[in-house]
């Protein structure tokens, strides 16, 4: 992976993102993750500054304000947002940047960065998407609703993304992601 990039992971909450995302990291160290902003509380086991930076709405607000985020969102009910400065430096420097973010937000980076490569990760059905959720045992019924909610208007919006991949089998939704970052013209 030589050339700075930016790499956007989009998909329904629950999908997966974050275990490909996991598994990505293993695999090539040399990719940046970007840690998001959020004023969502910490799950059990989340740590803040790792999973995480935990923030109120008013410093969130603030950080809007100071044009400290690169792109934000509200989703079910609360602010995300990526910090702009880190990413620009690590970019700078040649590394590809990883954004695990929602629709929203990825609609902002394509209009402030075009040349970022774009994927969409879809779930094998709804169904097993509610399973997902609810098997992942880290959030309560309102928020895996507000999830579910938000998770069809997501999936319409797949083929605006340069690349969609299914995430059925981890394994194989893995080497579709591992094949879209070390193409040549990408990572
Ligand atoms: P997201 O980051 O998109 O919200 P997670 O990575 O937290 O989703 O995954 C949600 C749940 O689904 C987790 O319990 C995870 O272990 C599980 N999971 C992820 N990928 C698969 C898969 N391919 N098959 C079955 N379960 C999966
Ligand atoms: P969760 O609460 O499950 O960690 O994340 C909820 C949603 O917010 C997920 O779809 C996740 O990709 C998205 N998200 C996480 N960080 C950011 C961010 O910095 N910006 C935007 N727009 N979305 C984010």
Redesign the pocket.
Same mark, same amino acid.
């Given at each position: 992976m030589a050339k700075g990039r930016l790499i956007v992971l989009t998909?329904p /909450?629950?999908?997966?993102?974050?275990? !490909?995302v996991k598994a990505l990291l293993q695999h090539h160290p040399d990719l940046y993750l970007s840690v998001s902003v959020t004023t969502r509380a910490p799950r059990v086991g989340e740590l803040d500054g790792k999973n995480y930076y935990f923030v109120n709405r008013s410093q969130f607000e603030r950080m809007v304000a100071n044009g400290e985020l690169l792109e934000w969102a509200e989703f079910a009910g609360n602010y995300y947002g990526t910090p702009r400065l880190s990413v620009e430096q690590q970019i700078q420097q040649g590394r590809c940047v990883l954004l695990e973010i929602e629709l929203e937000g990825a609609r902002q980076i394509r209009r402030t960065f075009p040349s970022a490569l774009r994927i969409f !990760?879809l779930p094998p059905s709804m169904a097993e998407l509610e399973h %997902? $959720?609810r /098997? %992942?045992g880290q959030d309560s019924d309102t928020a895996i609703v507000r999830r579910l909610q938000r998770a069809q208007a997501e999936i319409d919006a797949a083929n605006e993304f340069d690349i969609q991949i299914v995430? +059925? +089998? $981890?394994e194989k939704?893995l080497r579709h992601v591992e094949a879209a970052l070390l193409s040549p013209v990408n990572c």
């Open positions: 998909g /909450s629950g999908v997966g993102k974050g275990t !490909i !990760i %997902r $959720l /098997s %992942r995430n +059925d +089998d $981890l939704a």
